[in-house]
């Protein structure tokens, strides 16, 4: 009789922990199926709305220049740094250039030379030339007594010969003059080409900008080609992004944008859309799109990294929502609202996108509760679930507040 009522105990004990089990799992069911989802609440509100494309990319110059001499030569002297800026015609290196400066004075001498034997042939042909006119008065004058005197026959044919022999040396004075022209005028040439030379000893700044990298010092020796500063001109800085080839039917030279370099990622620099690239990276699908930079933080690289942000359209008071609250649902978007402590699902017209908000046209007015879940994990809304508020525009609140 014993062992029996024992049976039975065990029995009941079991069927106890059955009928536990099985409520929990009911309770845990029920909560999972009807218990009201907390959600967060945003009061939809009218206001402006901006559309962006949003690229990354460098600052970029539009203008930069490689300093190099034209000539070889030993560096005496870098008169500017990193980080200097420069005004056009401003020397910025020099060369080793006594062997120029004798070359000049030689060329000078020589100059000087040919000049001087162009004035020693044009009194030569200034002297021929006096010789001729007495040459040619004479045989005039004694070709007028052959009419009278037989003997002065013999005086003409000395006239003739010596007429003959002055026209000659003229002709050879003005050779000789023609000469002493063209050796001065490749003296001359030679001159200039050596003054060239030495100009080019001394390297002037192209045009006004800023020094970005010193790549020798006084002492090396340098050839035509090589680097010793880079020039860049700060008054053209472009941002240099990659933007994903489906954005560019949107885009227009011209158009208003915001740059934020990384450096100060708080402050936003106006910008202007200077240019759209024509070729798309087969890997990527992106393109490039260079922003010119109307202002530029007091620290800045060339080739620094930057977000460009550029306007594509702006409404200035829509019914705008933030994006994360739209919902898709068969190809066609919504949202959930807040209905008496169930979500109701509202289809949504939208308009012009931005970054972070949305255009409505139809479906929400201003003063709305758009809800969303608490924590991303619980799942998606369902049209009619119950739901309670905890909070209103990200504002987290206590329980049972709106």
Not at 83 to 98: A, C, P, S, Y
Not at 173 to 201: C, G, H, N, Y
Not at 343 to 355: D, I, M, P, Y
Request: include cysteine; proline fraction near 4%; glycine fraction near 8%.
């Amino acid at each position: 009789m014993a062992e029996k009522w024992v049976r039975i105990r065990r029995r009941l004990w079991s069927a106890g922990q059955v009928v536990i089990v099985l409520g929990l799992v009911g309770a845990v069911v029920y909560w999972a199926r009807f218990a009201p989802l907390p959600v967060v609440a945003h009061i939809v509100e009218r206001g402006e709305i901006i559309a962006e494309v949003m690229g990354t990319g460098t600052l970029e110059t539009h203008f930069s220049a490689t300093i190099s001499p034209k000539i070889s030569g030993l560096i005496t002297d870098v008169t500017v740094d990193e980080g200097d800026r420069v005004e056009r015609g401003q020397v910025l290196v020099r060369l080793h250039n006594v062997d120029l400066e004798r070359q000049v004075e030689v060329s000078e001498s020589t100059v000087a030379a040919a000049e001087a034997a162009v004035a020693r042939q044009e009194a030569d042909r200034t002297s021929a030339l006096a010789v001729l006119e007495k040459a040619r008065y004479d045989f005039d004058r004694v070709r007028g007594l052959l009419e009278h005197d037989e003997a002065a026959i013999v005086e003409f044919q000395e006239m003739t010969k010596t007429l003959r022999v002055a026209e000659a040396d003229l002709a050879r004075s003005e050779a000789a003059l023609t000469e002493a022209q063209k050796q001065v005028i490749a003296a001359k040439k030679t001159l200039e080409f050596q003054q060239a030379r030495l100009a080019d000893s001394v390297v002037l700044a192209p045009f006004d900008g800023l020094i970005t990298r010193r790549d020798r010092d006084p002492g090396d020796v340098i050839v035509p080609g090589s680097s010793v500063l880079l020039l860049v001109a700060t008054d053209e800085m472009w941002i240099s992004a990659w933007v994903d080839e489906t954005e560019m039917a949107r885009l227009t030279v011209g158009q208003p944008a915001r740059v934020v370099f990384r450096s100060e990622p708080q402050r936003a620099c106006a910008g202007e859309l200077a240019r759209l690239g024509r070729e798309v990276d087969r890997e990527t699908r992106e393109f490039i799109v260079d922003v010119r930079v109307r202002e530029l933080p007091s620290n800045w690289a060339v080739g620094q990294r930057a977000e460009v942000y550029i306007e594509t359209g702006r409404q200035p008071e829509v019914v705008r929502l933030p994006t994360h609250l739209i919902v898709w649902r068969d190809g066609l978007s919504g949202t959930f609202v807040d209905g008496s402590q169930r979500a109701v699902w509202r289809s949504l017209q939208l308009g012009l996108r931005g970054r972070d908000l949305v255009e409505v046209l139809e479906g929400l007015s201003a003063g709305e509760r758009v809800i969303a879940p608490t924590d991303p994990k619980a799942g998606a809304l369902k049209p009619g679930q119950r739901i309670t508020a905890e909070g209103s525009n990200g504002r987290v609140a206590r329980r049972g507040q709106p």
